[in-house]
C-alpha cells in the first residue's frame, strides 16, 4: 500500500458527446474513442485536475460519495450545454476547459471557456455538464480504497490519469546515450525483428514462384527463414557472395519486367532516396497476380548504410503501393516498444503483452502486401 500511495496523478483526457454516449477521445489520434460508461470515472478525471496523491483523492471521492461536500446546482454551467454537441472538454493540471469549436478553438484559440474556477470546491463541473449522459451512477460500490485503486488503474491504463507533473520515474531512460547502439543487438534481439517475424509468419504461404529479395545477402535470406520457392535470386547495389543481381533499385532497366512472382524488400525502403520509384519498379518486375512483400522500420534510430533518408509511416505506405491491386497493410508497435526501438531495449526485456500491444499512433514496423 505504500509503494501505492507514492503514485501521483493529473489526469489527461478529452472528452466529447457522441450519438447521446461520453467518450474518451485522443487529440489527433487513429485510436478509437473509448466510452465513459460510468459517473465515478468523470469524478476521478475531476479530483486528479487538482489533487494528485492518491490518499488525498481518496479521500475527496469519499466525501462526494456521501454527501458531505456542498453539491451545487451552477446556473452559470447551463450557458455551455449549448456548446456541448460540437465542443470538447479538455482535463489537465489544474484545468477544465471546453473548447467549443472541437480541436480548431485549441489550435486557433478561439471560443474556449475556462470552467476550473467552478470546480475546484465541489467536483461535480462535469457531472452537472453531462448530467443528460445516461452514465451508471456506480459511486456506492466503490466502498473502499481497493475499490478505489482499481478505477484509478483502469483509468491509467486507458490512458486518461498519467504521473503527475515533474513526477515521471525515468529511471534508466533519463541518459544522453541509448541503451544500446546497436538497436538492441547487444542485450537480444531488435524489437523490429520481432514485428517483422511475426510479419512473416503471417504471410509465409503466400511467398512463392520466382522469387527477388532486394537489398539483401545470403544471411538475411537465412534469418527471414522465407519459402525458397521456385528460385531465388538477391538484388543487390554491391556485389557480394550470394548476390545475383547488382544494380540500383530506382532503375527500372536492371530487372526483367514481370519475371518475378514475389518480391521481398525488408527493412531496405528507408534508404531509398525514393522509395515510390523503387515500388513503381517492383510493379514493373512482378508478373500479374505476383505479390510484393515489403517492410520498413518506422521507429528506429539513423542507420546510414549506406544513407538513411525516409520513415515511411503506414499513410505513405498506402500512398506509394496504390497502384497495385490489393493491398494488405499490417502496423506493430505501441509506445513501450517504440521507446525501445530508439533506446535498443531487446525484445527479451520486454513481456509478450507489452511487444504485442498495439496503438496505431506509434509504429514502430510498418509492412505491407501488395498484389499486382
Known sequence: MANSLAKTYVSNAFLKIENANLYGIFAWSQKEADLIPQKSWLILLEIFVYEHSLEKAYQLFQQVRNNSLLIKKNEELEKYQQFLT????????????????????????????????????YYQVLPQLFQKIALEDDLLSIETFTDFIQVVENLEKMGFLSPAIAQINWGDLKRPMPICQAFG????????????????????????????????????????????????????????????????????????????????????????YAPWIAVEN???????????????????????TPQDYWRPLPDAFVYIFRNFSQQQLSVYGNPITAIAGYQGIATEELTQAELDAFHPDYPVATCMVAQK
Not at 472538454?89 to 470552467?115: C, N, P, V, W, Y
Open 282 to 304: 517492383i510493379w514493373k518486375w512482378l508478373k500479374p497476380g505476383g505479390k510484393c512483400f515489403a517492410m520498413v522500420p518506422s521507429a528506429i534510430r539513423v542507420h546510414a
Open 86 to 121: 460540437e465542443g470538447i472538454i479538455q482535463l489537465g493540471e489544474g484545468k477544465i476547459t471546453l473548447f467549443a469549436r472541437g480541436f480548431r478553438s485549441f489550435i486557433e484559440k478561439d471560443m474556449l471557456f475556462e470552467l476550473g474556477e467552478f470546480s475546484q470546491n
Open 185 to 272: 543487438l547487444t542485450r537480444g534481439t531488435p524489437v523490429d525483428r520481432y514485428y517483422l517475424s511475426q510479419f512473416i509468419e503471417k504471410v509465409y504461404p503466400q511467398i512463392q514462384g520466382n522469387i527477388l529479395e532486394i537489398g539483401g545477402t545470403p544471411k538475411d535470406k537465412d534469418f527471414y527463414q522465407v519459402n525458397q520457392g521456385t528460385s531465388y535470386k538477391i538484388l543487390n547495389i554491391e556485389a557480394g557472395p550470394g548476390v545475383d543481381i547488382v544494380g540500383d533499385v530506382h532503375d527500372p532497366s536492371i530487372v526483367e519486367p514481370e519475371s518475378f512472382d514475389s518480391i521481398i524488400i525488408f527493412n531496405v525502403l528507408e534508404h531509398c
